[in-house]
Nanobody, 126 residues
Framework: QVQLVESGGGSVQPGGSLRLSCAAS????????IAWFRQAPGKEREGVAC????????EYVDSVEGRFTISRDDLKNTVYLELSSLKSEDTAKYYC???????????????????WGQGTQVTVSL
């Protein structure tokens, strides 16, 4: 079955960087788009970024545009999210997800995604 496993979270100071990984199995990874979401305490889950099956198209929420970069390595069945210039408001649990479609047709809307990882925590503080 579809499995998504996130890693790479941690604690970092404002302005710092992290690289999150999402390792996939149980489906033909190269054929599908993957997205990242995040959920801060007391807030709804928010779409962060999406990458299509070819890697040629990406989409970001405005608040991370220019600071976060999504990429994929089909040989490793892994999607990455590079986080830079981190702010305290980026503190959240980060999840990867797929709706098993080729493009980011679901956009960054949680309702369209039905396969999720368990998440990895990112904490940005002094």
């Amino acid at each position: 079955q579809v499995q998504l496993v996130e890693s790479g979270g941690g604690s970092v100071q404002p302005g710092g960087s992290l690289r999150l990984s999402c390792a996939a199995s149980g489906f033909t990874f190269r054929d599908y788009a993957i997205a990242w979401f995040r959920q801060a305490p007391g807030k709804e889950r928010e779409g962060v970024a999406c990458i299509n099956k070819s890697g040629g198209e990406t989409e970001y929420v405005d608040s991370v545009e220019g600071r976060f970069t999504i990429s994929r390595d089909d040989l490793k069945n892994t999607v990455y999210l590079e986080l830079s210039s981190l702010k305290s408001e980026d503190t959240a649990k980060y999840y990867c997800a797929t709706d098993l479609r080729e493009e980011c047709w679901g956009g960054l809307k949680e309702a369209f995604y039905d396969h999720w990882g368990q998440g990895t925590q990112v904490t940005v503080s002094l």
